[in-house]
């Protein structure tokens, strides 16, 4: 039986969100099929994919992760996906400021119509690109803990930090049950 913290047959609505082109559909590739496709494709409206995580107390978790596209055009979309979600996991790529200032507009667009509840992640993607960073550690860290977000930089590419992502949620148990 289900104790209080039990997990099992916990489900978390989860959906990315980000500039087009930051990795978020690699990102969602990379965890759920451990693979990463340099020709993958871009993503029209949004696509939705499922994947369990075994735990190490040897219970689970179902992530139901919504991954948006991230052109203009859908951006009248986005709500539908955001709305009801527990998890947003809002992207940008390490090398382009451009998509950090569009991340902190995911944000702010997340705090004024997202559930009030919602659980975010602020994500550097493309770690394995250092050489030519131009966003800073510091000012990711800085605007993820003036919001009161989860920071991490992953790698799609090397898979560096995808899982830690996903089970940062885990140890995070204030979400609404279903
Ligand atoms: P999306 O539009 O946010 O879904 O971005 P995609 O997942 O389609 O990725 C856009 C491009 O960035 C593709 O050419 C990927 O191969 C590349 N990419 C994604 N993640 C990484 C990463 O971690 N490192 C590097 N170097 N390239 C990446
Ligand atoms: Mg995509």
């Known amino acids: 039986n289900a104790g209080p913290n039990d997990l099992r047959g916990f489900r978390v609505k989860l959906v990315l969100l980000g500039d087009s082109g930051v ?74 400021p451009e998509s950090f200032s569009k991340a902190r507009y995911w944000v702010k667009e997340l705090q004024k119509h997202g559930s009030p509840n919602i659980v975010m992640a602020l994500v550097g993607n493309k770690a394995d690109l ?15 803990e003036k919001n009161g977000m989860f920071f991490i930089e992953t790698s799609a590419k090397t898979a560096d930090n995808i899982n830690k992502l996903f089970e940062c949620f885990v140890s995070h148990r204030d979400f609404p049950l279903d």
């Open 130 to 144: 250092q050489e030519n960073r131009e966003v800073s550690v510091q000012d990711a860290v800085d605007y993820a």
């Open 23 to 96: 990795g978020k559909s690699c990102i969602v590739l990379r965890f759920v099929r451990g693979q990463f496709d340099p020709t993958s494709k871009v993503t029209v409206g949004a696509s939705f994919l499922s994947q369990t995580m075994a735990l190490e107390d040897s219970t689970t978790v179902k992530f139901e992760i919504w991954d948006t596209a991230g052109q203009e055009r859908y951006a009248a979309l986005a709500p539908l996906y955001y709305r009801g979600a527990a998890v947003a996991v809002v992207v940008y790529d390490i090398t382009s």
